[in-house]
């Protein structure tokens, strides 16, 4: 089925490019969120007239991305820090999953969806250090390190 596309995707093509997907694709994601239309004669005409339009604001979502870039780089020199109990081994009670980065990164002023947020090795489970990735952007995305320590277990004095 082919389509044209509003907006920029990765892998897929630019702004009032005329692409060929799935059918299923095109009639569950890219149409009902507004990603892309039909290629119909009116279509194009209103594609070509509003394509420096929509590159503006595509260029203002990716400006958007790039400032909460420059916030999130904080994380770089501070990186996030879990403290965790130990069973054995280094494996720790339970596993930080994305909803605990996610909390940590908002809970210091950040507004992150838990969608832009992706661990390449899945949910921790052990203690070490551990980088998260955000893509903010099809174009920005930053890296964050993440770190789990053992919880020191302190023994009430008798």
């Known amino acids: 089925m082919k389509v044209l596309l509003l907006q920029k995707i990765n892998k897929l093509g630019d702004i009032g490019a005329e692409i060929s997907v799935k059918p299923g694709y095109a009639r569950n994601y890219l149409l009902p969120k507004k990603i892309a239309v039909m290629p ?5 005409l209103f594609v070509e007239k509003k394509k420096q339009e929509l590159l503006a604001e595509e260029e203002k979502i990716k400006n958007l991305a790039l400032e909460k870039q420059e916030k999130l780089k904080y994380f770089s020199d501070n990186p996030i820090v879990f403290m965790a109990k130990i069973q054995e081994e280094d494996k720790i009670f339970g596993s930080i999953t994305l ?3 996610l909390d940590k990164i908002n809970d210091q002023g950040h507004e992150i969806e838990k ?9 921790i489970k052990t203690i070490g250090e551990f ?28």
């Not at 955000?134 to 020191?152: C, D, Y």
């Open 99 to 101: 909803q605990n980065i």
């Open 40 to 44: 119909t004669k009116e279509n194009i």
């Open 131 to 158: 980088t998260a990735h955000i893509n903010l952007h099809p174009e920005v995305s930053i890296e964050i390190p993440i770190l789990v320590k053992e919880e020191a277990n302190v023994l009430p004095k008798t």
């Open 115 to 123: 969608k832009q947020i992706n661990l390449p090795l899945g949910t």
